[in-house]
């Protein structure tokens, strides 16, 4: 469990935390939670520990809960009882390559399609093996309590009950894409705001997005770069869309929506269409 200043400023205090080492003093500890670790604690399975152990103390997807409220950083308005416009909506899956760094959806539908079949490569908290892709749509799998398929046609239907330009644009984005050699491409964590600079042009109608097979990609120039050690290679491979290895993705997300029959809505199965289209004039 990794964290950051406001992120330890959010949890201090009133917090629930599940799977990590408890301290001889009555507090908590996880792996990289300090440089040195105590020299005594609980594990997470109720057991002594020492930095002699042979297992870490704390599971590797320890968490901790705690009211929003609590984030420093949180809007002002975010309980406003008259409701809160929502602009844009992310969905991030872990991807090592294929999705870029940010890819923007055309329209509603599209948006919908990118959340339906949002990828992701597995982790602790997931039945299965560590690194392994699983299908985990609008990063509701383990959440959503009745069919998946019904659930995305829920959000079609949003589409359809205002105009376009009342919904949020909807972005897919991706900080784990990595080279050939396994390096990651993208820094991460506190630059990740770069990204979401660009998205907020594209909310505010700023003309900075240049169309790709699968998207809306930054135009050259659009991300804001001063300062960051990313260099033209790795920029382009952030966003390099190959249309080879997307269309044998595009295999494996109609053997996805295979599993649900009929149910799926004929809105998504359109857009896959549409996506092996632009894919294979692009190859042409």
Known sequence: ????????????????????????????????????????????????????????????????????????TIADNWEDPAGVTIDAILFGGRRAT????????????????????????????AVGGVGQLRRDPFAMLPFCGYNMADYWGHWLTIGRATSPEKLPRIFQVNWFRKDDEGNWLWPGFGENSRVLAWIIDQVNGVDNGVE??????????????????????????????????????????????GQFGDRVPAALHAQLQLLRERLEAVKA
């Open 212 to 257: 790709t097979p699968i998207g809306i990609a930054p135009a050259p120039g659009a991300l804001y770069l001063e300062g960051l050690d990313v260099g033209d290679e790795q920029l382009a491979e952030l966003f390099r869309v190959d249309p080879d290895r997307w269309l044998s993705e595009c295999i494996l997300t109609e053997e996805y929506f």
């Open 98 to 125: 294929n999705v870029p760094l940010v890819n923007g959806a055309r329209d509603w539908e599209h948006g919908v399609f990118i959340g339906a079949t949002v990828s992701s490569e597995m982790t602790a908290a």
């Open 1 to 72: 469990m990794k964290t950051n200043a406001n992120a330890m400023r959010t949890l201090w205090g009133n917090s629930i935390f599940t799977n990590v080492a408890l301290t001889d003093d009555g507090d908590i500890w996880w792996e990289g939670m300090t440089d040195e670790p105590p020299a005594h604690l609980i594990d997470w399975k109720g057991r002594d520990w020492t930095p002699a152990s042979s297992e870490p103390s704390s599971h590797p997807n320890s968490r901790f809960t705690a009211p929003a409220s609590q984030c420093p």
